[in-house]
């Protein structure tokens, strides 16, 4: 009889043979046999495992140990240990994880207990290199059975950098939020669909505390009409990358209260959301002081008009008020005038149109001019006049013309698409030295505005040419009629038959060739020849001759002076 038994390293053979011997009696034998085959194939795979595991271990470029739990002690390290720590590979495997880990003892033998058993993820550690640098690691650990023993297998992850940027992050937030906090005005984070984020700033200003918007929608805070016009500032401002700015008008509490506000796009996500910063400042207090300095500027420029014009006695009163204006006649100064306004049409006795705006406007425009250091301020009946110091000897033309177009610039700012013009006089002294370069900017400005296209420009009195002569503005009856006399011709011409002979004949007058002629105004050059000779044929003129050339362009300066006008 054979039995064949199954065992966990191969099979087990027991041999039963039963006989007699040779005087009859029974006889017994068993045999046991073992087929080793299948524990041989066993072994082998776990030792190919083994080797696989090998290979995956130090060809990894994670940093890799392998510790005993017993002790502590390296058994093994990768490649990417051996780089990161700085350590031979020999001298990791005499070293215990104690002399890496800075961590207390006690907390690191606790840690190596827990992940022999279980698998554990992202444990913070410090740990020290070879040469003494201090790095922020995150350990992934567990348990791993290497040739019948229960080992650790530790993956190291430097998080230095994420640290120091995630605390360089807290401090940033924690600073801004301080600011913030220290701000009188109340500033709030929206996402797109409206949904608060944060907020910021005097909780005097909100119906309730600033806590309590956060993960509320504007609709859930103010009234319809408010909250949609919060959301849809906040969706254009997103859109646009551009900030918006205007006065808030909000219900909230059954009380409409103003606010001055910026909405600002941010560059940063949150849930999948963009978002923008409303920044809201209460403009009662800022309202007061507003027009306590219209107060002044006003008062400021009815004093200095009385003056030149000859209303008060200039030497006593006008002194007299010199140190309350802010205002040292005795130093050298230059004026700049600033007109943004074409010429009245509707009345042929007025000099200049009033300006375009209305009077808030114009305090407002005082109001961005009074910022400019050196600089004093006075509105007349056409325009505003700023007067400047000059304190810069020889070179006062070109400095004065930078100090020209930096108040252009800074009335733009406000509003890009004005036609902004200033007139620039000479550097003079006392109250006769300021009424004539009051004279002067004015003439400067109104060859500015004859000369300039719809943009505005800049004109010092040195370069007004024929407008030096000007004390008053061109218009009335007798501009019109030196202009229909001169040009009227040519312009019935251009209306008639739509084109543009008139801008042809300005770059003609200014000494500009056929050649630049045809490339500014995109034409053949036999086209502008032929332009030529018909404006000449139109106007029954030469325009080769000094004084038709002369006539005509005083013609165009007051065309363009009176053009609303005609």
């Excluded at 300095?293 to 420029?301: A, D, G, K, V």
């Excluded at 200014?510 to 034409?523: F, M, P, V």
Aim: aromatic fraction near 6%; charged fraction near 25%.
């Amino acid at each position: 009889m054979v039995l064949v038994l199954n065992c966990v390293d191969g099979e087990l053979e027991l041999i039963v043979l039963n006989s007699t011997n040779s005087s009859g009696s029974a006889i017994e034998w068993l045999t046991i046999s073992r087929d080793n085959s299948g524990r041989k194939q066993h072994e082998q795979r776990i030792q190919e495992m083994e080797t696989d595991y090998r290979q995956i271990f130090q060809g990894s470029p994670v940093v890799s140990i392998i510790i005993d739990p017993d002790t502590g002690n390296i058994l093994d390290a990768n490649q990417a240990a051996v780089d990161y720590y700085g350590y031979t590979l020999e001298e990791l495997q005499v070293m215990t994880i104690r002399q890496i880990n800075i961590a207390p003892r006690g907390e690191i033998d606790e840690c190596i207990n827990k992940v022999s058993r279980n698998h554990y993820k992202a444990i913070p550690f410090r740990h020290k290199l070879k040469d003494g640098n201090i790095r922020e690691v995150e350990i992934y650990s567990g348990p791993v059975k290497l040739k019948g023993r229960i080992l650790v297998h530790s993956l190291i992850i430097d998080v230095t950098a994420r640290r120091r940027a995630e605390a360089d992050l807290r401090e940033s937030n924690r600073r801004l939020r301080d600011f913030a906090e220290a701000v009188s005005d109340v500033s709030f984070i929206i996402d797109e669909d409206g949904r608060y984020l944060d907020v910021f700033g005097d909780e005097k200003m909100l119906p309730m505390p600033g806590t309590e918007f956060l993960g509320k929608t504007i609709h859930q805070v103010l009234s319809e009409d408010s909250a949609d016009f919060i959301l849809n500032e906040v969706q254009q401002a997103i859109i646009s990358g551009i900030q918006r700015k205007g006065i808030y008008e909000i219900q909230i509490g059954g009380e409409k209260q103003y606010f001055l506000g910026r909405t600002v796009p941010l560059t940063y996500i949150v849930n999948g959301k963009r978002t923008a910063a409303v920044i809201a400042a209460d403009i009662l207090e800022q309202q007061e002081n507003t027009l306590q300095m219209i107060y002044e500027l006003r008062r400021r420029s009815d004093i200095i008009n009385s003056v030149l014009d000859g209303k008060v006695d200039s030497n006593k009163s006008f002194a007299y008020t010199c140190s309350s204006l802010g205002l040292d006649i005795n130093l050298p100064a230059f004026v700049c005038k600033i007109l943004n306004y074409s010429l009245d049409s509707g009345d042929s006795n007025s000099q200049l149109a009033k300006i375009n705006c209305d009077r808030k406007r114009k305090d407002k425009m005082m109001i961005a001019l009074s910022e400019i250091p050196n600089c004093i301020v006075w509105g007349c009946q056409d325009g505003i006049y700023v007067l400047c110091y000059a304190t810069f000897g020889k070179h006062e033309w070109e400095r004065s013309k930078e100090i020209a177009s930096l108040i252009r610039t800074k009335l733009l700012e406000d509003d890009s698409s004005m036609s902004v013009f200033v007139g620039i006089s000479e550097v003079h002294t006392g109250v006769e030295g300021l009424k004539k370069n009051c004279r002067q900017a004015l003439s400067a400005v109104l060859a500015a505005r004859s000369r300039a296209v719809d943009g505005g420009g800049v004109v010092h009195y040195r370069e007004a040419g024929l407008f030096q002569f000007v004390s008053e503005p061109l218009s009335g009856n007798a501009a019109r009629e030196y202009i229909a006399q001169h040009i009227g011709n040519l312009l019935e011409y251009d209306q008639t038959k739509q084109t543009n002979y008139l801008v042809t004949l300005e770059e003609l007058l200014r000494g500009a060739s056929i050649r630049e002629t045809a490339e500014k105004q995109h034409l053949h050059p036999k086209s502008v020849i032929y332009r030529h000779k018909s404006i000449a044929k139109i106007l029954n003129v030469d325009l080769n001759d000094y004084q038709t050339r002369l006539t005509l362009g005083l013609a165009l300066q007051l065309y363009k002076l009176n053009a609303n006008n005609l």
